[in-house]
């Protein structure tokens, strides 16, 4: 399992794009999302499913995830979150 100690962040609030801000969380806290989203009463549900499967095949277990979504499709929920993992990932091997 990886562990996020600096955010990373992906995306744009253009529309049928979601910002992705993936942050540090407690260890054993597991992960917690803030989504904000005009679709998040029918959709809510199916786009945290889609960040936390996403996390998870990154071996991220513990994270703040702060999704402001404009209506993105599943692809690219996935794209934004695998890609602020890896700059998270990436700015701590930077140290």
């Known amino acids: 399992m990886s562990l996020i100690s600096r955010p990373g962040q992906a995306g744009t609030v253009e529309s049928n794009d979601i910002m992705v801000t993936v942050a540090p969380a407690e260890p054993g806290k597991g992960i917690a999302i803030e989504l904000k989203s005009p679709v998040a009463k029918q959709f809510g549900r199916q786009i945290r499913a889609v960040i ?4 998870q ?3 991220i277990s513990d994270a703040a995830v702060f999704a402001n ?11 934004r979150v ?3 993992v890896g700059r998270a990932l990436k700015q701590e091997e930077e140290k």
């Open 57 to 59: 095949e990154c071996g």
């Open 52 to 55: 936390i499967d996403t996390l």
């Open 82 to 84: 695998k890609t602020a």
């Open 69 to 79: 979504d404009k209506g993105a499709l599943d692809c690219t929920i996935r794209a």
